[in-house]
């Protein structure tokens, strides 16, 4: 003890250091104190980096042997430190993430990361945009650059992409036409077999399709049956006989399965309407179209409120069909059918599919209307042909869908102002959505009308089945 020097101190008053005391004569708090102190030393100067070496100079050292008697107050300041700059450094690192400016520190006083923060700031105020819906009519990569592109399937495609053909039966039926083109000008190459390289070729056309415009499911079974009678072509059958033979596949599809099915379908529809019935329709379906006309041919007396929306309005082509044979009818839009709902005695709609578990998947704006009809106890009745069943379930109309057109939104109102001056197209602080379809449960769906008889639509999984599976 005689030995030791004497704790030397600073001459701004500073208390001895404990770190330049021997262990032995500090307590056993004391020693627990100053190891606390250097474990925090350390982690600051791991934590901190470069900002820690920074931070070091700021520390204003004694004269006349401070260097040893700052140790406490080092210690102090780099524990102080250590809780600082670490989420300092968090921040920093979150900034520089976001704002693409790399090592820049976020300073009060200005420099390079000054802006950091306004810049996040900026960042969430800013419009995200409607995400849920962003998966809506992904378009895929156009397939032109796979093979030679039939000038029908050109067609075709920009048909699909401007909204010229709807419907799922519209869709199919120009489909099948086109492919009818696509075969009767195809050429087998040399060392090739018809029925291996025509699929290949049909391949590109259908992905040319489909970047224009998502595939429906009534396409998806065409084509699915389609491509099961090209892998069944005899190899040994000259070109020009298979070609014809699988034109002919193709009229019988059409005729088996469009046209004499909206026939049969028509035929049982009006099974349903009565003298003095008041019907409701919704948007445009073909079949129920045809079935409105059968029973009116028959001479039976009703009338119709044809119920519309936007922006497509496809309700007015079936408004003029029939008020052009002699139907009476009534036009609204969706927003008035709480008025005349109580009304009604049935409710006829369509169908864009039909899926297993019983949903029907068709123009948005269906599920409101059965769903008031199902309120006042009214039937809802689908025309709907089997081969728009899918084997698929699907339970709501987001994980599958399509926007439709822009264009048309505001082309008839409001009449005081331009047209011109109205925003149609998305833009930074505009997101116009406009879903095609949406799903009506099953519990809402009074009977399903098909060309096999009118079902449930509990028992629409038992279809296939029944047939032996020939729906495809």
Known sequence: MGSEQPPQTSEQGQEPSQSFRSQKSMTKAERRELQEKQRATKAAAKA???????????????????EKSSGKQSGKQGSGSGQSTQPQNQHQRRASRVSGVGGDITRPGGGPGANIASDLASRSINPRGVRIFSHFGL????????GLIHPAIVR?????????ITGANARCLATLIAFKHVIQDYTTPQNNTLSRHLMTHL????????????????????IRQLKLEISGVDIDLPEQDAK???????????????TAADQVIAQSAGLKIKDGDILLTYARSSVVEKALLRAHEEGKSFSVYVVDSRPMLEGKKLLTALSTAGIPCTYLLLPAIGSVIAEVSTVFIGAHSLHSNGAVHSRAGTALVSMMAKQHSIPVVVCCETYKISETVQLDSFTKNELGPLNGIFSTFPISIPRESLATENTTNLEILNP?????????ITAVVTEVGIIPPTSIGTIHIALGRQIV
Do not use: W
């Open 436 to 444: 095609l379809y949406d799903l009506t449960p099953p519990k809402n």
């Open 203 to 222: 391949s590109a056309q259908i992905s040319h399709l489909v970047a224009a415009r998502p595939m429906s499911v009534t396409m998806g079974n065409a």
């Open 139 to 146: 378009q895929h990569k156009s397939g032109a650059g796979k």
């Open 48 to 66: 901190s980096g470069s900002t820690g070496q920074a931070n070091k100079p700021a520390t204003k050292q004694p004269e006349g042997g401070g």
């Open 156 to 164: 075709l495609g920009l048909l699909f992409s401007d909204f010229q």
């Open 244 to 258: 014809e033979a699988l034109c002919g596949t193709i009229d019988s599809y059409i005729e088996e399965r469009i």
